[in-house]
């Protein structure tokens, strides 16, 4: 529940300009996280129950920040 705090603040305090810029915003926190999930299944060699978001979505949004489409 505490994501889901946190992605809402983010898109509150970025103000997208339209639908596609939260999009853009989810994606990019998806990415980050699918390749936190990857590395960590290749690393140990297990499966994981639950992984940290909070990292994914900073990454994420760093990424989206990067390529200017804030």
């Not at 699918?34 to 140990?44: G, K």
């Not at 909070?54 to 994420?60: C, E, Q, S």
């Amino acid at each position: 529940m505490g994501d889901v705090k946190l992605l809402s603040l983010l898109v509150l305090f970025l103000r997208p300009t339209s639908i596609q810029a939260v999009i853009g915003l989810l994606f990019s926190v998806l990415l980050a996280c699918s390749l936190e999930i990857a590395l960590t299944i290749l690393i140990t060699k297990a499966y994981v129950r639950s992984i940290a978001m909070a990292p994914a979505i900073f990454v994420g949004t760093g990424l989206y920040l990067a390529t200017g489409c804030a």
